[in-house]
């Protein structure tokens, strides 16, 4: 990791966004705080940097994915998260289905057209086993309890002369960064994670930030225009990449991404708090290509996700061996 890029204090991609009224700059101010946390994990994310600088290119954040359970007692899921979201000024803009991995995914985007898209997913319980059911519902008892009214309406009164804008901000990062429920147990997780890794993912990271997207299209020089020139340098700086990219060459939409990092995640193992190694999150990268308007006729930029290149990339923290 080059840990002279953090001593620089380099800005997060959402501060060269200009925001049009207050709520929009807290809403780009809680990206770039769960941004610092997540770059601090995800070392590739270093080296990306280093070399969009090295060329003087720029970038921005595609999207950002979250994962959530989907349950009835206490009721959880995606509305756990779009939420907050919604009273930001997030729409819900595209639904998508995967039923081999009993996941369903909603995308919300802003009416700014640089603010990233969300992508949250929640994985339906009640399809799972019983024993997998019972993990999930142990650890969902001690859920803290969901989002307030008041906090949802500050949200969307947020005006320039907010005072409450520092607290608000602390609290939804805490949402996003802390693990909302009792810590789980060791053999829970692994149990767990034999029936669905995404399952597992969710019980030891919680809401966490699970990727964040650099949108190729934007790096606005030659040596790095699309995705291919992208994967050889990141490459050529050792960074671990998947080994296939999602999307043919000018299809729509394209997808790779850097190989999940791990870390050390709490856990219960015999009455006792220690840790254990978990994969956490990679960084993606997107390249987005015309499509025609059936409205207008007109060629506009592809703005969706599809299904299948989202199944595969949903794989990339599966933990090796298990």
Do not use: C
């Not at 994985?123 to 997998?132: C, F, I, M, Q, R």
């Amino acid at each position: 990791m080059d840990t002279k890029l953090y001593d620089a204090g380099l800005p997060g991609p959402h501060q060269a966004i200009e925001a049009r009224n207050a709520r929009e700059r807290f809403t780009l101010e809680l990206f770039d705080r769960l941004w610092d946390r997540y770059r601090q994990r995800v070392t590739y994310v270093a080296t990306y940097e280093r070399i969009v600088q090295d060329v003087g290119a720029r970038f921005f954040n595609d999207h950002i994915a979250f994962r959530t359970f989907a349950n009835q007692r206490p009721p959880t899921g995606i509305a756990t998260l779009s939420r907050l979201f919604e009273a930001l000024d997030y729409r819900p803009a595209g639904v998508y289905d995967f039923p081999d991995k009993h996941l369903n995914a909603i995308h919300y985007q802003h009416s700014h057209p640089e603010f990233p898209k969300l992508f949250i997913s929640e994985l339906k319980t009640w399809e799972l086993s019983n024993d997998s059911r019972w993990i999930i519902e142990e650890a969902l008892n001690s859920h803290r309890p969901t989002v307030s009214g008041d906090t949802l309406r500050s949200l969307v009164a947020l005006d320039g002369s907010s005072s409450d804008k520092s607290s608000l901000l602390d609290e939804l990062v805490a949402r996003v960064e802390t693990l909302p429920w009792d810590l789980p147990t060791r053999e829970a997780v692994e149990k767990l994670n034999r029936e669905s890794q995404y399952a597992a993912w969710v019980l030891v990271h919680g809401y966490n930030v699970n990727h964040f997207t650099s949108l190729v299209n934007s790096h606005g020089v030659e040596t790095l225009d699309n995705l291919d020139r992208t994967i050889d340098a990141l490459s050529a700086a050792g960074v671990p990449m998947k080994t296939e990219i999602e999307g043919a060459p000018g299809s729509k939409l394209r997808q790779t991404a850097t190989e999940a990092v791990t870390i050390d995640v709490a856990v219960m193992d015999q009455g006792q708090a220690t840790t254990m190694p978990w994969t956490y999150a990679y960084f993606e990268l997107a390249e987005r290509n015309p499509v025609i308007d059936p409205s207008t006729g007109q060629a506009v930029r592809f703005e969706g996700f599809l299904g299948p290149q989202a199944t595969n990339l949903f794989e990339m923290t599966r933990v090796a061996g298990r």
